[in-house]
């Protein structure tokens, strides 16, 4: 795929079909993809029924935006049927300071699924997200970059091997500023009887002021022997020293911090194939973490 | 043409007092070499003359072209024409390395350098230096080798053109190959307006790169100056005949022997 955009869907109380290439069908709150292609998702305000079902069982480029106008309450499901192939790409431009809470669960059999998660929003939220890997040769990579300024986020992300021969791994960052508050759980669980699983974890959070509180909280319950599992977890201000060295080369110090925040975000634009949407991603973060 | 004077330089780190008065004179066309035992404030010197916050000056001056360089930014100072490449150069993920060059050529102009000839600079000092031409794409220092991040750093010299470069043990971690690389890329920007401090350990660094003056570092002072013969005399005969200036010699760190026990308690020293 060229990274072209085939489909889109906004979604404002009602589903509404805004383009579409008739590769995916609509049917009440579910959402059918049947043949590759590619599909942006626009959410403004949340339909009655709160939850809406993808079901996936071909390769999708998928893009998602919350641009909600109110406080907002969502439970998705999405349902990665065995051979697709999956690069999902959810972004939180929400620019007032309403409460999200997002419930994702992402039921995963033996498919192959990467998502990004890029949240610079305005917003608080409590969000959980789940990838249930269901069966062997399930496969999720997951990467969060979220900036809490002056708002209070929360993000539980799970990664849940339900079967033998299966691969998680997720990359956590986050960056807190202005007396903003960062709470990041990463759950590593794998069940018994989940033999040669593979299940990975980072989560960092970089802290800029005394005010700013945050959490980032590692989290492995593995009740199967022959497994491989890892975790790390850190907190911290910017190394002063990776500072020094970028100021040593003629940069101040404020375009220094940004050039290290922006690259803790910037791993995330490597989950956009759609060249428009990369540059707009690029712009937004010079902006809102330099800003 | 700039000239940097150091005047009964005193520093500290976390309360510890590595240099004791140290007085230098660098001027342009001009290569300093800087010996000494390790622990005894060679690289201590270079690092607070690039103004690293780990390193407090307690007392002397560092003056540039008779301005206060202690009173500058590490910023101003690299704007004004220092450059330091260090021993450890850190790792910066998600900043590619070609992002990073770009904001650093662009903070000592008026105007941006065009793409097109930024380009060529970077892909010609990447061949030059033998790099990896996929460099640019890559992100800073992430992933390099040792021997990668010293020949990175000889490429920054290379783009910013420095009028004073200081080059903390750049030879270390290096091959016969990429060292002879390395000193040559060194010895082309030697110039009538440029000076350089080299701090190395071993003879055949400055064998390649020969010096104009050789200062040996001993216990946070210079105990003795001269030319490069001085490095044939540290080849042979090591730094014993420090002590028959009455000087003690620093080690860098008390050596005792190593038990279990030692590294179960690691954390304690």
Redesign the interface.
């Given at each position: 795929m060229d990274g072209a955009i085939n489909n889109v869907i906004v979604i404002d109380n009602e589903i509404s079909i805004i383009e579409t290439d008739n590769k995916i069908k609509i049917v009440n709150n579910n959402i059918i993809v049947s043949q590759p292609t590619s599909l942006k998702v626009v959410y403004k305000s949340i339909p009655d029924c709160k939850n809406l079902v993808f079901t996936v069982v071909s390769d999708l480029d998928l893009y998602e935006f919350y641009e909600f106008e109110g406080d907002s309450n969502i439970e998705n499901e999405y349902q990665i049927e065995p051979q697709a192939n999956v690069n999902r790409y959810v972004e939180n431009r929400t620019s007032e300071k309403f409460a999200l809470n997002i419930e994702e669960t992402v039921n995963v059999k033996d498919a192959l699924i990467r998502s990004a998660y890029l949240d610079l929003g305005a917003t608080n939220c409590e969000n959980k997200i789940s990838y249930n890997l269901l069966t062997p040769g399930g496969e999720a990579h997951v990467h969060l970059g979220v900036l809490s300024s002056n708002s209070k986020k929360k993000y539980d992300i799970a990664l849940n091997h339900l079967n033998h021969h299966t691969y998680g791994n997720m990359d956590n960052y986050g960056i807190v500023k202005n007396a903003g508050s960062l709470i990041i759980n990463g759950i590593g669980k794998i069940a018994k009887g989940c033999s040669k699983s593979n299940t990975h974890q980072i989560n960092k959070i970089i802290v800029f002021d005394k005010k700013c509180q945050a959490q980032a909280n590692p989290y492995l319950l593995v009740d199967e022997y022959d497994v491989n599992a890892s975790h790390g977890a850190s907190v911290g201000k910017i190394?002063?020293?990776?500072l020094?060295?970028?100021?040593?080369?003629?940069?101040?110090?404020q375009?220094?911090m940004s050039?290290?925040t922006?690259?803790?975000?910037?791993?995330v634009i490597n989950y956009i194939k759609n060249e428009k949407i990369k540059e707009d991603v690029g712009e937004l973060l010079n902006e809102k973490v330099v800003g | 043409m700039a000239v940097l004077k150091i005047k009964n330089l005193h520093v500290e780190v976390e309360g510890k007092k590595i240099l004791k008065g140290v007085n230098l004179e660098i001027n342009p066309n001009e290569v300093h070499a800087i010996m000494g035992p390790n622990g005894n404030g060679k690289s201590t010197l270079l690092s607070t003359i690039m103004g690293n916050p780990k390193y407090i000056v307690t007392e002397g001056s560092i003056e540039l072209d008779g301005k206060d360089l202690i009173q500058m930014s590490v910023d101003e100072r690299s704007k004004a024409g220092l450059f330091l490449a260090m021993q450890y150069p850190q790792e910066i993920p998600g900043v590619t390395t070609s992002d990073f060059l770009r904001a650093a050529m662009n903070a000592r102009r008026e105007k941006p350098i065009s793409l097109f000839k930024f380009i060529k600079e970077l892909d010609g000092a990447i061949t030059e230096l033998k790099m990896d031409e996929n460099l640019a794409h890559r992100y800073l220092n992430a992933g390099f080798s040792g021997g990668e991040k010293k020949r990175n750093e000889i490429l920054q010299m290379k783009l910013l053109q420095p009028q004073i470069a200081m080059l903390d043990e750049i030879d270390s971690g290096l091959d016969v190959d990429a060292l002879r690389i390395v000193a040559q890329a060194i010895n082309e920007m030697r110039d009538e307006n440029r000076s350089m401090m080299l701090v190395s350990h071993y003879e055949r660094m400055f064998k390649l790169v020969e010096p104009t003056h050789v200062h040996v570092i001993v216990n946070g002072v210079i105990v003795l100056e001269g030319g490069p013969e001085i490095v044939d005399k540290i080849d042979t005969e090591g730094y014993d005949w420090v002590k028959e200036l009455g000087i003690e010699l620093l080690q860098d760190e008390e050596r005792k022997p190593i038990l279990l026990e030692n590294c179960a308690h690691a954390g304690k020293f």
């Open positions: 190394d002063d020293q990776q020094f060295y970028l100021q040593s080369r003629g940069l101040t110090s375009q220094a050039l290290v922006i690259g803790y975000f910037m791993p | -």
